[in-house]
């Protein structure tokens, strides 16, 4: 197997949010080219853990070292660029292309277009997706399973010596499971990259794992290989989640037959008796009565549909504008063929005058949208603001302006933009909060800056939206 895997130790690592604490002293070492599963019950601090490696989240107090250098030390962006990065959700993007996808981190850091066409190919049939078949579609037209793969390929595109791996397979079905863990093995074992795996299942973990690190509470219960982890585990507890667990996916494999109806009821003497029997016995006498009452309700409903018919008429003939428009039409189209130049002209300074106002005004939205998003407290006074310029009158907001501006092209200008602000800000700040999480997570965590992540994934994404604002 290539040594190309990187050895990872943690250092007395803590994570403390305010007067909790999610990770305490963590020390252990993830020799280079092995597979390390973090596992442990919600809430042990295994996806903290794995988040500090690559600075997702930062460490309250110790060391990570890769390789001996202490991670802490090195700029994020850098760092996560050269540690690959994959979780459950995958947080491929879906407006890119599967070889996109793929190329996302050698784009970054500057590889030729040959190195990256090449590399993206050979991860494509490492990871088994034809690159003829699978390069040029679009994340939403695979399977999950190819999706996973697509995201594994993703991660090892700049050849990192660390892949971090957050709970990949927790959302695929068994069988498909199986077979990604068969092709994660192979792969792992082809380039001798270091994985540090977090999961939930303790038969993933005996599986994968070279070493096992066995989490409760935000400390290091058991560190061990799987074999030892078996024979002695370190105490009760160890012993009984990996017992449970296993029982619990036996259970969890058990399926609920159809319920049987209660044999013990008695059909024949469910009550036959009540209202409905007597029309049950007497159909015809009652379906007569029922008719006889039917008819006169008719009557009376044609009779009323044929005076609001006449009193539609009645009104239609009495009211003026409609009798003009019968007799002329609505747009003369002989004035129109005699004017053609002046309405051209009209119409062109309408289209100029729209155009510069939406284009403004999607300038001034823009950098608000952004604002917002940056610091969310500024979103009640900026949408009070533009809220109240939309609600102001149109003539009443000239009126105001005129003694500023005259009556100009300028008036005009300020008017209209006033009026698209409010609804392109509601778009942009709506559009950009509505990238999914998972996406932005697997941005960051393969070290876009926030720059290239606003660029590159969030306004590409919100577009649709923005657009409609636009519209």
Not at 3 to 27: C, H, M, N, P, W
Not at 88 to 93: D, I, K, M, N
Not at 120 to 126: D, K
């Amino acid at each position: 197997m290539p040594d190309r895997g990187a050895t990872v130790e943690f250092r007395d690592v803590t994570k403390r949010y305010a007067d909790q604490i999610a990770v305490d002293t963590l020390s252990f070492t993830v020799p280079a080219g092995k597979i390390c599963i973090l596992v442990g019950p919600s809430g042990s601090g295994k996806t903290t853990s794995l988040k500090m490696v690559n600075r997702l989240i930062e460490p309250t107090a110790g060391a990570i070292l890769i390789d001996g250098h202490d991670v802490t030390k090195e700029e994020p962006t850098q760092l996560r660029r050269r540690i690959g990065y994959v979780i459950q959700q995958v947080g491929l993007f879906p407006h890119q292309t599967i070889a996109e996808n793929v190329a996302t981190v050698p784009v970054l850091i500057g590889w030729t277009k040959q190195r990256i066409a090449a590399r993206v190919t050979e991860l494509l049939a490492l990871v088994g997706l034809e690159p003829g078949r699978y390069a040029s579609r679009y994340p939403a037209q695979l399977s999950g399973g190819e999706r996973q793969r697509a995201g594994v390929a993703r991660a090892l595109a700049a050849e990192p010596p660390v892949m971090l791996m957050d709970e990949p397979f927790g959302a695929v079905d068994p069988i498909v499971r199986e077979r990604l863990q068969s092709e994660l093995l192979r792969i792992q074992r082809e380039l001798g990259t270091t994985v540090l795996f977090v999961t939930h299942d303790i038969d993933e973990a005996i599986r994968l794992g070279d070493r096992v690190a066995v989490m409760r509470g935000g400390k290091l219960v058991q560190y061990a290989p799987p074999g030892e982890l078996l024979a002695h585990p370190a105490n009760d507890f160890v012993a009984q989640f990996v017992g449970s667990d296993r029982g619990l996916k036996r259970l969890a494999l058990l399926t609920v037959g159809g319920a049987e109806i209660d044999p013990t009821v008695d059909r024949a003497s469910l009550d036959q008796t009540g209202p409905g029997r007597a029309a049950v016995e007497h159909p015809a006498r009652c379906a007569g009565a029922d008719a006889r009452e039917r008819i006169p309700d008719r009557r009376r409903r044609r009779r009323r549909s044929l005076r609001r018919r006449a009193d539609a008429r009645e009104d239609r003939e009495d009211d003026p504008e409609r009798r003009v428009t019968e007799g002329e039409p609505l747009i003369r189209w002989d004035w129109v063929a005699g004017h053609l130049d002046e309405v051209g002209q009209r119409l062109v300074e309408h289209v100029e005058l729209t155009a510069i106002a939406v284009a403004l005004g999607f300038v001034i939205a823009f950098a608000l949208a952004l604002l917002i998003i940056r610091r969310p407290s500024l979103e009640s006074p900026i949408t009070f603001v533009t809220g109240t310029l939309y609600t102001i009158p149109s003539l009443a907001l000239f009126v105001l302006l005129i003694p500023y501006t005259g009556l100009s092209v300028l008036t005009a200008e300020i008017g209209l933009v006033s009026y698209t602000l409010l609804i392109l800000i509601r778009n942009i700040v709506r559009g950009i909060r509505g990238v999914p999480a998972e996406v932005l997570e697997a941005a960051n965590g393969m070290g876009y800056t926030p720059r290239e992540r606003l660029w590159r994934v969030e306004v590409p994404l919100a577009l649709a939206v923005i657009i409609a604002g636009v519209r």
